[in-house]
């Protein structure tokens, strides 16, 4: 394993912006199957999922929101399983009930495994960092004599091993959040097949 190149995917991993006392932090959008992108845009690493091309998921306050770029309408979903559309509460059985709130605890829970995994795609990227600066410190502690090639590349091999670990960890973490997006896409279908009044939006 090359420590050199540990550094380079860690730090590659997130992108901070200094603004003040502030420190903006944002994630490249992650593409899964079919299209579906999950993208951390909004504030305090809000995620935003995005599935059938321009349709828009994330939460606000404890409601389930799907929207169309193109389109003024929005839908909302309650964690008691109601359903709105652009504030107009909509009339539902018990099973379209069961359904809307099955689709609201799939998306909360989407979303809480996707803040977890960028927080400790963060925490990684901060061991590269951190393991960055160590290399630059071992080359010129390498000017004294007491201090190999030989230490330093053993140094470097036991930090990025570390690093290699959590990054695998987050990888596991990945592929969990990937199976929740897919249950989420097939779950969006069913919603918008048993609420007429979701039908008739052109583009749910």
């Given at each position: 394993?090359?420590p050199?190149?540990?550094?380079a995917?860690?730090?590659?991993?997130?992108?901070?912006a200094?603004?003040?006392?502030?420190?903006?932090?944002?994630?490249d959008?992650?593409?899964?199957?079919?299209?579906?992108?999950l993208?951390?845009?909004?504030?305090?690493?809000?995620?935003?999922?995005?599935?059938?091309?321009?349709?828009k998921?994330?939460?606000?306050?404890?409601?389930?929101?799907?929207?169309?770029?193109?389109?003024?309408?929005?839908?909302?979903?309650?964690?008691?399983?109601?359903?709105?559309?652009?504030?107009?509460?909509?009339?539902?059985?018990?099973k379209?009930?069961?359904l809307?709130?099955?689709?609201?605890?799939?998306?909360?829970?989407?979303?809480?495994?996707?803040?977890e995994?960028?927080?400790?795609?963060?925490?990684?990227?901060?061991?590269?960092?951190?393991?960055?600066?160590?290399?630059?410190?071992?080359?010129?502690?390498?000017?004294?004599p007491e201090?190999?090639?030989?230490?330093?590349?053993?140094?470097?091999e036991?930090?990025?091993?570390?690093?290699?670990?959590?990054?695998?960890?987050?990888?596991?973490?990945?592929?969990?959040?990937?199976?929740?997006?897919?249950?989420m896409?097939?779950l969006?279908?069913?919603?918008?097949?048993?609420?007429?009044?979701?039908?008739?939006?052109?583009?749910f």
């Amino acid at each position: 394993m090359n420590p050199f190149r540990i550094i380079a995917a860690s730090l590659l991993i997130y992108t901070m912006a200094f603004c003040h006392e502030d420190v903006h932090i944002t994630f490249d959008e992650q593409e899964y199957h079919d299209g579906i992108t999950l993208s951390f845009d909004g504030p305090g690493l809000r995620p935003t999922l995005k599935i059938k091309e321009d349709i828009k998921i994330f939460i606000k306050h404890n409601d389930l929101i799907i929207c169309h770029q193109d389109s003024d309408d929005e839908v909302a979903i309650s964690d008691e399983g109601e359903l709105y559309i652009n504030d107009k509460r909509i009339d539902t059985n018990r099973k379209q009930e069961k359904l809307l709130l099955e689709y609201h605890d799939l998306g909360v829970a989407t979303f809480d495994k996707a803040e977890e995994i960028a927080k400790e795609a963060m925490k990684v990227g901060l061991k590269g960092a951190e393991l960055g600066l160590k290399a630059v410190t071992g080359v010129f502690r390498m000017l004294l004599p007491e201090y190999s090639s030989e230490d330093f590349e053993r140094d470097m091999e036991k930090e990025g091993e570390k690093i290699e670990t959590k990054a695998q960890v987050l990888e596991d973490k990945a592929e969990i959040m990937e199976k929740l997006v897919e249950e989420m896409q097939e779950l969006h279908e069913q919603v918008g097949d048993s609420v007429p009044e979701l039908d008739e939006l052109s583009w749910f």
